[in-house]
């Protein structure tokens, strides 16, 4: 049976090609062109940066006494279809990686430590939200991305920059016998204009690393199956620094350059460069043909910029990563199985959707490709295989929406209990935390900017999603001291406008430098996310409720960011600001921090929790703008708060939870205390937040808990 007759998405064979394969014709060993129809043609072998011989090469692997093993000279094939050097030094954790044209890059590098073993490239061309240049290291192995020139982004002067893959080795096969062997080899391109695609097929290195034999179909055939009209024989002869050159038997004009690099224990064939007619740069690498489909996860990048893990199996591949926007999500596909005349080692993924893909594995790389179609040709995926244990999924980096009108980053590494708090300035707060034994699912801040008897900054995790107090800088405070306030912060933002939309009842306070007030109201985000309501009336009711002459309308527009939307008065242009939609608990909360454009001496912060008819009974577990932290138990008539204070101060806080009448909002409670005090409060399928009142003894006064 065809690899061909479980593509679901393609099932003619007159598509075949647009699914996978090495193309009906055209085709060389150095990569065989991707595009049917087309002759080999001229290649130009892109020239490594700095000439080595083969001996120099591998003395490379040496590291000098002392010094790290992991430091010197890596072959870098770029998936922009260049071949680099990286010169990597560990002790000192500088690089330099040098082009195909002689031209250095140089930097620092440090470990990502919400990814140990990963280590991030510093790099004056990275511009993006997140620095997704990146790299791994094994034995004699380096795989990663770097921001390498864009392909034909020329003139230098004008060149483009982004995060690419790469694989880069230091240990080559340099004996024609050890060449021989069966592969499974993926390849991308890159053309003028922007247009790349990719190709798949068998290969067999044989005769004592004589011959070399492709089998360049549309149908992915194993190379024993190849139609004699699409197989393809190269003799094989040694050329200059480790490389090996294939001329068609046939052809002598289609001749193209490899080298063999060992990895992990195996062979894995490398090559790149440019294509001269028709131009192109291209990448390839192939792994050995395999029966064994272990379950793997590494950890990688793609050709569209993000980093990150993909665990895969003989059912499922989970790709679970950042991109350059610095978003984070999660795709899982389904895997195919394998079928008589294809080779073993390949795998569809996601056959019947319209986004295909097919993968390849040895014991240390995990290798995907985009199928032949717009959707994902050209798409490479470069990941080194992590042997240990799984990571703590919550390990990452979140955006903080803070109490003191702030937002910030919070970056955690569960399994090594350390933080990292970066502030819009970019001052970093790091040091440790440790799980709270009074209160499981709870982990208390080490902070030095705790002075107070009782350390109240702790935090609580669900879904993508931490909630807690932290020592923020008290707003609009000068100079700067710190004091224990609210947070959420979240890694599941919306990006799409139309997913906006909702009805939140939104609560929020402002902060000056010496006083407090408050913000209760409704709003409504509509028209696909074009539009904001918001019912400004001292009386606080529901959006379909509000009086004509309080109903503000906002339009809602992409913000400086891919997750942040900015709003904007139709009748007062000065009265303007930007939001958030976070995902928690599969629900929508509105999300914002900030300073008031009009009045830069008044600090906001806002949440808004979804409007329902539900009100069930909750404990919710978090801080408070006083600095306290307890449990709060909410029953459709009653408010119980047990918590303690910095200064040691523990008890119970009890009240009355009332309506908000006909015209008021439905997820929202009056909250009264024996005081004669009242607060408002509203609760989501994982939040609960109060407010209170704006009046002196209350306004500014904010509570916000996570859910059991």
């Known amino acids: 049976m065809r690899m061909t007759r479980y593509l679901a ?11 996978g394969g090495g193309g009906s014709s055209g085709g060389g060993a150095g990569g065989g062109l991707p595009l049917a129809g087309l002759d080999a043609g001229q290649q130009a072998q892109a020239p490594a940066a700095t000439p080595e011989s083969a001996p120099a090469a591998r003395a490379s692997k040496a590291a000098l006494a002392g010094a790290d093993a992991r430091s010197g000279t890596y072959r870098v094939y770029a998936s922009n279809g260049t071949q680099q050097q990286l010169a990597l030094d560990f002790d000192a954790g500088s690089y330099t990686m040098t082009d195909n044209l002689g031209a250095a890059e140089a930097g620092t590098f440090a470990e990502d430590f919400t990814e140990p073993g990963t280590y991030v490239f510093a790099s004056s061309r990275i511009t993006t939200a997140a620095n997704t240049a990146r790299f791994r290291v094994a034995a004699d192995v380096v795989v990663g991305a770097f921001p390498f ?52 097929l068998a290969m067999r290195l044989s005769g004592s690393g004589t011959v070399l034999e492709m089998c360049n179909d549309a149908i992915i055939y194993k190379i024993d199956l ?46 790149g460069g440019v294509n001269l007619a028709p131009a ?24 569209t910029g993000s980093w990150g893990s993909n665990l895969i199996d003989t059912a499922n591949s989970v790709r679970t990563s950042t991109g350059t926007d610095g978003t984070y999500g999660s795709l899982t596909m389904p895997v195919g199985g394998t079928f008589a005349q294809q080779p073993e080692g390949i795998r569809l993924v996601n056959g019947s959707g319209t986004s295909k893909y097919f993968a390849m594995q040895n014991g240390l790389l995990s290798v995907l490709v985009g199928a032949r179609n717009p959707n994902t040709q050209g798409y490479l995926q470069l990941n080194l295989i992590d042997p240990g244990a799984a990571p703590d999924a919550r390990n990452g980096r979140y955006k903080v929406y803070a109490t003191n009108g702030t937002r910030q980053t919070l970056a955690l590494n569960l399994d090594s209990k350390r933080y990292e708090m970066t502030d819009e300035a970019g001052t970093v707060a790091s040091g440790s935390f440790a799980e709270d034994t009074a209160e499981a699912g709870s982990f208390v801040f080490d902070s030095s900017r705790i002075t107070s008897p009782v350390n109240t900054a702790r935090f609580r995790l669900a879904a993508d999603t931490v909630v807690g107090s932290f020592p923020f800088a008290v707003a609009q405070v ?15 933002l919306v990006k799409t ?7 939140y009842n939104r609560l929020g306070i402002n902060l000056t430098a010496t006083t407090g007030d408050s913000s209760i109201t409704q709003i409504q985000v509509a028209s696909g996310g074009t539009t904001l309501y918001l019912c400004n009336n001292s009386t606080i009711y529901r959006i379909d409720t509000c009086p004509a002459a309080t109903l503000l309308t906002y339009t809602v527009s992409p913000g400086a960011t891919v997750d942040t939307w900015n709003i904007v008065n139709v009748a007062n242009p000065l009265d303007h600001g930007s939001f958030a939609i976070a995902r928690v608990g599969n629900e929508n909360v509105y999300l914002s921090a900030g300073v008031v454009p009009s009045t830069p001496t008044t600090s906001v912060f806002r949440i808004g929790l979804p409007e329902r008819a539900a009100w069930p009974t909750v404990t919710a577990r978090g801080g408070a703008a006083n600095g306290g932290w307890g449990s709060t138990a909410v029953d459709a008539s009653s408010y119980a708060r047990t918590r303690v204070l910095p200064d040691g101060t523990a008890g119970t806080l009890n009240a009355t939870l009332g309506s908000m009448g006909v015209a008021g909002p439905i997820n929202m409670r009056a909250v009264g205390f024996p005081n004669s ?32």
């Not at 192109?280 to 050709?303: D, K, N, Y």
């Not at 000068?478 to 599941?492: E, I, L, N, Q």
């Not at 406008?497 to 009805?503: I, P, R, Y």
């Not at 937040?689 to 006064?701: C, D, F, K």
């Open 9 to 19: 998405g393609c099932g003619l064979a007159a598509l075949l090609a647009a699914c």
């Open 280 to 303: 192109m740069q291209f990448m390839r690498i192939g792994l050995p043909e395999s029966s064994g489909w272990p379950t793997t996860r590494g950890v990688g990048a793609s050709t």
């Open 497 to 503: 406008q139309a997913a906006l939309d909702g009805v």
């Open 226 to 271: 190849c139609p004699a009209a699409s197989k393809r024989t190269y003799a094989v002869a040694a050329g200059a620094d480790d490389t090996w050159v294939g001329t068609n038997v046939t052809n002598s004009s289609d001749v193209a350059n490899f080298r063999m690099a060992r990895i992990g224990g195996q062979n894995v064939y490398l090559a």
């Open 478 to 492: 000068t100079p700067a001291s710190y004091g224990v306030r609210p947070f959420v912060a979240s890694r599941a």
């Open 677 to 708: 005090t009242f607060h408002f409060s509203s609760q989501s399928s994982k939040l609960f937040a109060m407010v209170g009142a704006r009046s002196p003894a209350t306004g500014g006064a904010l509570e916000i808990g996570l859910i059991d």
């Open 149 to 200: 020139q864009t392909a034909y982004s020329s003139p230098a002067a004008y060149a483009a920059y982004a995060a690419q893959p790469f694989v880069a080795a230091r240990d080559f096969v340099n004996t024609a016998a050890l060449l021989d062997g069966t592969y499974n080899r993926f390849s991308v391109t890159r053309s003028p204009g922007g247009a790349q695609d990719s190709t798949l």
